[in-house]
């Protein structure tokens, strides 16, 4: 075994090395080029660096990072379902992340996920290291596995399923229901489902796609590689000619991955998002699928689904030296600060 480490500051000249590498490890849609480099267009800032190890000139580990100022960051925000290594060894894990933390800047690592064996390797790397450690537990992201349908539907509440099927009556006694799936996705497709989204509750918060133009141009970006890469699904339920609820996902080696779901409001009381979701459930476990994937934290409408969860965690670290100390002495009071204020509204 002889590895080496190197940098790259292109995704061109690594990138058919990555998607193979992330083949052969059955890696998430999020942690190939195909969703780095949309997202590198759409939202980085600093410089990239996509860090490599090779074992005798053959790829066999990755991270993607971004370096800004005094902090190398993980290439990823809140739209990135979770970030980590990608590795075919545990020795190409333990090199990467040696490498992350061998540079003396502040580490930060977001949103991680912390069950992974490439995390214990980082926070192995860290320690090693000497850097001081903050971490945070951002919550879960839910799943279902795929297994018998009549099984898992014992396992949710029946007064919701009661309520799903008499609010579904009730739609069906107003306009003819049909929900569409489409594998591509047209410019007029995406522009009726982003309306769709920020006309609900998350335009009025300013976290609809729509909202930033940096948020909307990732997504179609995102849109045109999944679908020439067969991994989009476009689901869109209808009254009529009518859009009421819609999913954007992504389906990539048996998995089902739910990005964005938005209902329109003025259907509320019928609950379309919640049929919607009844019907890709099933979907799910009428097809060759393993698992459905909410993604995101566990909020309360994904816990009526499941009670099973990938653990996300936001790590910082701090060097072992007086800028570091200090930077760690600066970030604290700053949270302490903000919680004040949260609080004190």
Same mark, same amino acid.
């Given at each position: #075994?002889?590895?080496?480490?190197?940098?790259?500051?292109?995704?061109?000249? %690594?990138?058919?090395?990555?998607?193979?590498?992330?083949?052969?490890?059955?890696?998430? /849609?999020?942690? &190939?080029?195909?969703?780095?480099?949309?997202?590198?267009?759409?939202?980085?800032?600093?410089?990239?660096?996509?860090?490599?190890?090779?074992?005798?000139?053959?790829?066999?580990?990755?991270?993607?990072?971004?370096?800004?100022?005094?902090? %190398?960051?993980?290439?990823?925000?809140?739209?990135?379902?979770?970030?980590? %290594?990608?590795?075919? &060894?545990?020795?190409?894990?333990? #090199?990467?992340?040696?490498?992350?933390?061998?540079?003396?800047?502040?580490?930060?690592?977001? /949103?991680?996920?912390?069950?992974?064996?490439?995390?214990?390797?980082?926070?192995?790397?860290?320690?090693?290291?000497?850097?001081?450690?903050?971490?945070?537990?951002?919550?879960?992201?839910?799943?279902?596995?795929?297994?018998?349908?009549?099984?898992?539907?014992?396992?949710?509440?029946?007064?919701?399923?009661?309520?799903?099927?008499?609010?579904?009556?009730?739609?069906?006694?107003?306009?003819?229901?049909?929900?569409?799936?489409?594998?591509e996705a047209s410019d007029s497709d995406l522009r009726e489902f982003f309306?769709?989204?920020?006309?609900?509750?998350?335009?009025?918060?300013?976290?609809?796609?729509?909202?930033?133009?940096?948020?909307?141009?990732?997504?179609?970006?995102?849109?045109?590689?999944?679908?020439?890469?067969?991994?989009?699904?476009?689901?869109?339920?209808?009254?009529?000619?009518?859009? %009421?609820?819609? $999913?954007?996902?992504?389906?990539?080696?048996?998995?089902?991955?739910?990005?964005?779901?938005?209902? $329109?409001?003025?259907?509320?009381?019928?609950?379309?998002?919640?049929?919607?979701?009844?019907? #890709?459930?099933?979907?799910?476990?009428?097809?060759?699928?393993?698992?459905?994937?909410?993604?995101?934290?566990?909020?309360?409408?994904?816990?009526?689904?499941?009670?099973?969860?990938?653990?996300?965690?936001?790590?910082?670290?701090?060097?072992?030296?007086?800028?570091?100390?200090?930077?760690?002495?600066?970030?604290?009071?700053?949270?302490?600060?903000?919680?004040?204020?949260?609080?004190?509204?």
């Amino acid at each position: #075994m002889s590895l080496t480490v190197d940098v790259h500051h292109d995704f061109e000249e %690594i990138e058919e090395e990555w998607d193979a590498l992330c083949a052969r490890v059955d890696s998430r /849609p999020w942690h &190939t080029p195909g969703w780095y480099r949309p997202w590198w267009e759409s939202f980085g800032r600093g410089t990239l660096e996509i860090v490599t190890a090779r074992d005798s000139g053959r790829l066999t580990g990755l991270v993607p990072l971004e370096r800004l100022g005094k902090e %190398i960051r993980a290439a990823a925000n809140s739209q990135s379902p979770d970030f980590g %290594i990608v590795a075919e &060894t545990e020795a190409s894990a333990r #090199m990467l992340a040696g490498a992350l933390f061998s540079t003396g800047r502040r580490v930060n690592l977001f /949103p991680l996920s912390s069950n992974e064996p490439s995390s214990l390797a980082l926070y192995s790397a860290a320690t090693a290291a000497g850097f001081s450690l903050l971490d945070r537990a951002l919550g879960g992201a839910p799943y279902v596995t795929i297994t018998a349908w009549d099984s898992y539907l014992s396992s949710v509440d029946t007064k919701m399923l009661r309520e799903i099927r008499r609010r579904r009556r009730r739609l069906e006694e107003m306009d003819r229901l049909t929900l569409e799936i489409s594998t591509e996705a047209s410019d007029s497709d995406l522009r009726e489902f982003f309306d769709l989204e920020a006309r609900g509750w998350k335009g009025a918060a300013g976290t609809a796609i729509t909202s930033r133009p940096d948020t909307e141009a990732f997504y179609r970006r995102l849109c045109s590689v999944a679908s020439s890469r067969g991994w989009l699904v476009l689901a869109c339920l209808r009254s009529g000619p009518k859009l %009421i609820a819609a $999913d954007l996902s992504l389906e990539v080696d048996r998995a089902h991955h739910l990005l964005k779901t938005s209902f $329109d409001p003025e259907y509320a009381r019928y609950g379309p998002g919640l049929l919607l979701r009844y019907l #890709m459930l099933r979907r799910a476990f009428e097809s060759d699928l393993v698992s459905y994937e909410f993604l995101g934290l566990d909020d309360p409408w994904k816990r009526n689904w499941t009670t099973t969860f990938r653990p996300l965690t936001h790590l910082r670290a701090f060097p072992p030296s007086a800028r570091g100390t200090s930077e760690r002495a600066l970030f604290q009071l700053g949270r302490s600060v903000k919680d004040l204020l949260a609080r004190s509204k």
